[in-house]
Structures are given as C-alpha cells and as structure tokens.
C-alpha cells in the first residue's frame, strides 16, 4: 500500500460483484474519508479502524433510484432515508411534484432540506406539471416556467421532474414549450412520462430534449423506445415477461434502469423498496448481474453520479452487503458515504429530530362533511338519464368511459343502491365539486375518502352511500388530511397525513402499519386491485388516459378536455 494512514473500514471475507462484468471475486474492500480507497486481494496488508466480516457474502454497489416520489411512501424525507437505506437504497432522484402541488416551492425547499439532514443521496427533480394540466384542475399552487428556472438553479436540483403533460408537448402548447425550453437550456435532466407513445408523437416528444420515460407500455412500444434511445426506466408493473423476454432478444440489451416510482410505507417494510423490484426483474427472466447494472451503474450515470455505481477505487463509499445469491438481492449491511448506516433491515444512526413541517399543515380548506355534501344537484328533467361513468380495472391505473342509466328526481341523482359514485372537492377553499358515477368493482357498503389524490391532492370521496361517504371524508378532514376508508357506517381505518394532506412526521413503523390497514381495508370493502392505494388515488390523474376526474369536471385525457356529465339526455 502506499500510505500507511488506517482506512476506516476493511470489509473482508466476501465476494466483489462487478456492475462492469457481471463477476464475482474474492476481495478485501477498504474505505477511506467516505471513498472506496481499495479493492484488494484478500489478506492485503492494511489496518483499518473498522473492521467488517463479510463472510459469505457479496459486495455491491449501492443502489440508486433514478426516479421515485418520497410522498408516495406518506413519509417525510428523513423518515424515508432511514427506512430504505436499509434496504439498500443509498441514492435517489425524487421529483416532489405531489407536496409542490398543494404548497409550491416553498413545500419543495422543505423538502430539500429535510432531506439535506440524512445520509442518503438525495437529488431533486423540479416538478414540470404544478397543476397537472393546467386548465383542466385546480392545486394549491401553479409553477411558471421562470418559476421553474430559478427552481433548478437550487443546491441538489439536477432534473425537470416527468413531464407527464405529454399530449401538450405533442401538441405544441406554448407552456410546456418553455417549461422544458428552460430546462434544457438549464443542461438539466429532462424526465419524460408518456404511456404507450409512439410514431411520430413519440419522434415529437423526443424531439424537445425528454428522454426517459417509466410508465406502463405495451412490449412494441417498449422495443421502439429503447431503440430511439429513450432510456426506459422499468417499475414493478412493467416487469412483465414479455415485456423482459423482447428486450433480451435485441442483439443488444439497451441501458435499463430499475426505479420505484410508487411506494407506500406499508410496502417497504413488508417487501422492499429497490431490492423488491430488482427481486421482481430476476422472476420475470432478467438475469441477475443484468437486474443488478440497472439498479447501480446505469441510474448512477442517468443522473450524472459519475462517482458512484461501481464497486472501484477512488469511487464513492455507497455499498450494499448481500446475503445469499446475487439473485435474492438480500441486504444485511449497507454503508453510505463511507458510514455504516444500516445492519438487518434497520437504520444504525439516528433518525430523529424536528421535522419543521407545522408550516405544511392546515392546507385541507373545506366545509363539513355531512350526507348532505354527496346529494347530486344537476338540471335535468325527472325521468332516466344516461351519464358519464369511469370504469377501473384490477391490474393498473387505466380507467376507460363507460355509461349507466341513474333515475333523476327533483334536480337530484337518485345514485345510492345502483352505482358507486365518486365526488371530488376542491380542498384548497375554492368552489369545485364534481361527481361522476363510477364502475369495475363490487363493492359492499362503504367508503373512501382521501387528499392523497395524484396530482392536485384535493378531497376525493368514493362510496356506495352519502351516509357512508361523509363519515369517511370527514375523518380525513379532522386529521388535516389523508386517507381513511368506512365499512357501513363507522371508520374501519385511517391514515392521518397531515403534513400538506399527503405525508406524515410519524415514525414509519407507525405509518406502514397504518397505511396496511388502509389497503386491508379498501379490499375488504371490494377494491381488489394489484395496487390499490394507486388505483385509488389516480382516478383524478388528468394526464393519464383514458377518462379522468378533477375538481372542474370529467377530463378526456386524449383529447385534453373536459366532457359533460350527461351522455344523452
């Protein structure tokens, strides 16, 4: 060795994993001032302050989410780190485009310090949709394009946020034009979202500098975008064999990342965060040493983290102890910065303090609840009618137009007994409230109601009676926000997030268990789904197809406008 200074750390008796190669070989780790200061052959002489068995096991890169939302946990960015750097999950770019919804830059700049305060990697994406179509909803906040310019200039900031607003860059909308114009001249990353975009609207897209994209596409689509070089960015519900089996076909595997997006806290706990996905890559026929490159080199080079990804000298001190095979993607220690932070599952430092989040709570600005707030006004003769219905499925968040017959009786829907209806409520003390009937699930007597409702976070109630309907929303409104879920006539469980109505200062082991509740609850009532904290909250999502609801109106999310409530009178 050429210095005789101790190394921090010596981790010896394991196997390195290479992200380069995909090999496996004996050698001794050494970490020095937060660096990877060797990688030598075992017995190398070298004192260390600490010493780390790693008998048995592999050493890995730490794993990096290149794209993720830290609200969708219901966690505050200092409770998250600690929860996830224990699974491995050492970095992660987070567009906050949720909390900036309801309280604008002033939530974000929370946001970045908070996360400031752990010892994960937090990078920051600014949201590139404050509200998610504008003209279509309402938020708590708007974003300009110089807005977002001076947003990007911030310490931690690298990337506009998924431009999700994908038929207006299509379209040419003079907004979007200078949101992403100004980022671009910016260098910054540029995050794309666009479900099923292809041909010439996907040429079009591209076009503006956008050149990523994380949603669900069918398996063409998937092979004519990472053959375009839009770096595809695979979250759970895009692992489908198929989907995997193509991809390895091509003469050449393109640069994949593996990435989060959605997580509850109650899903973290129980499954994981990036190593459940990566377990979900290796079932679905992804090699391990392939699963392995997308959750460390590739997302560290996406974000320009040329320091870390790698398992190498003079590399940043991000590593991931595993236990087992590569392909069970276990960890049992995880260093980051050159720090133990993490052994067994639970965070080793202090994950305490003061979260400062007071000045996000009290945003939910709505009257009482009561049964009469879920009577349905609407000026139409007595007699049937035939009216706008949204249809859901089980597996994704995909909602088609569908129609139902409802009986109108003195200016009133007569809806409870025949269909489930969902309302929303503008929260942020203006006007808007917008019912539609809703279908695909058969439900008992019952109730949700939430303000983590993507993407302006307004009040949405979903029931099959008024009684029902105000008992939910009004346990949501008295914890400033949340979710909670009625079976008849009482609360069967309630997720208080009273930090801007979407995240809560409590510990997470608290909000996992609540959380669990919650999706418990949504099954027991008839909401089978594969996600249904998802499904639920992405019924107001006016950027993803098909019909889509917000505060001013059911949304044609193709065609980027509103449509009436009345099918034919």
């Not at 974000?108 to 590139?128: A, D, K, Y």
């Not at 009618?385 to 139902?404: G, K, L, W």
Request: glycine content about 10%; aromatic content about 4%; overall charge negative.
């Amino acid at each position: 060795m050429t210095s005789e200074q101790p190394h921090d750390i010596r981790i010896s008796g394991g196997k390195v994993v290479s992200a380069f190669t995909g090999e496996e070989f004996a050698a001794d780790v050494l970490v020095r001032s937060g660096l990877i200061s060797g990688v030598v052959p075992p017995g190398t002489p070298g004192e260390a302050q600490t010493h780390v068995d790693a008998t048995g096991l592999l050493v890995a890169p730490g794993f990096v989410d290149a794209h993720m939302h830290i609200e969708s946990s219901f966690l505050t960015p200092r409770t998250f780190a600690g929860l996830t750097l224990a699974r491995g999950t050492t970095t992660v770019l987070a567009d906050p485009h949720e909390i900036v919804n309801v309280a604008g830059a002033d939530a974000m700049r929370w946001m970045i310090e908070e996360g400031g305060s752990t010892p994960q990697t937090q990078l920051w994406g600014v949201p590139s949709c404050v509200p998610a179509v504008a003209g279509l909803e309402h938020a708590g906040a708007s974003l300009s394009a110089q807005d977002i310019d001076t947003m990007l200039g911030w310490p931690g900031v690298v990337a506009l946020g998924e431009v999700m607003d994908y038929r207006a860059v299509v379209g040419g909308d003079a907004r979007m034009r200078d949101v992403v114009g100004v980022a671009r001249e910016r260098g910054a990353i540029l995050d794309g979202h666009c479900p099923n975009l292809g041909g010439a609207e996907l040429s079009a897209y591209m076009a503006t500098g956008v050149d990523s994209d994380h949603t669900k596409n069918r398996t063409e689509i998937v092979l004519e975008k990472a053959r375009l070089g839009m770096l595809m960015m695979l979250q759970e519900k895009c692992l489908l064999p198929e989907v995997v089996e193509a991809l390895l076909a091509l003469p050449q595997l393109p640069p994949l990342c593996l990435v989060t997006d959605d997580l509850a806290a109650d899903h973290i706990l129980s499954s994981g965060h990036l190593d459940h996905i990566a377990r979900v890559a290796v079932r679905a026929g992804m090699p391990a040493p392939a699963v392995l490159r997308a959750l460390t080199w590739n997302p560290a080079q996406r974000l320009r983290l040329y320091d870390r990804g790698v398992v190498a000298p003079g590399k940043r001190a991000d590593l991931v102890l595993l236990a087992g095979e590569l392909a069970e993607f276990d960890p049992v220690t995880v260093i980051a910065g050159g720090r133990i932070v993490a052994r067994d599952g639970s965070a080793v430092y202090d994950t305490g303090g003061a979260d400062g989040s007071g000045a996000l709570a009290d945003t939910v600005v709505v009257e009482d609840q009561t049964p009469a707030g879920f009577r349905w006004p609407v000026e139409l003769a007595d007699g049937v009618h035939r009216f706008r219905a949204m249809r859901v499925n089980s597996s994704d968040t995909y909602t088609e137009a569908a129609e139902v017959e409802l009986p109108v009786s003195d200016g009133e829907v007569d809806w409870e007994g025949r269909v489930a209806l969902i309302r929303v409520r503008n929260r942020y003390g203006r006007s808007g409230t917008v019912f539609a009937p809703l279908l695909g699930r058969k439900l008992s007597s019952g109730a949700v109601a939430m303000t983590y409702a993507h993407d302006s976070h307004n009040l949405v109630t979903i029931g099959t009676s008024a009684a029902s309907m105000s008992v939910a929303a009004d346990a949501v409104v008295s914890d400033g926000g949340g979710v909670a879920v009625a079976l008849g006539a009482e609360v069967a469980a309630r997720l208080p997030l009273p930090v801007g109505g979407v995240m809560s200062p409590a510990p997470a082991e608290e909000i996992a268990e609540r959380s669990g509740a919650v999706r418990s609850a949504l099954i027991s009532w008839g909401w089978d789904h594969l996600n249904p904290f998802m499904s639920v909250s992405t019924l107001t999502l006016a950027v993803s197809p098909s019909l889509k609801i917000t505060d001013l109106g059911l949304v044609d999310v193709v065609a980027r406008e509103r449509v009436g409530a009345v099918a034919s009178a």
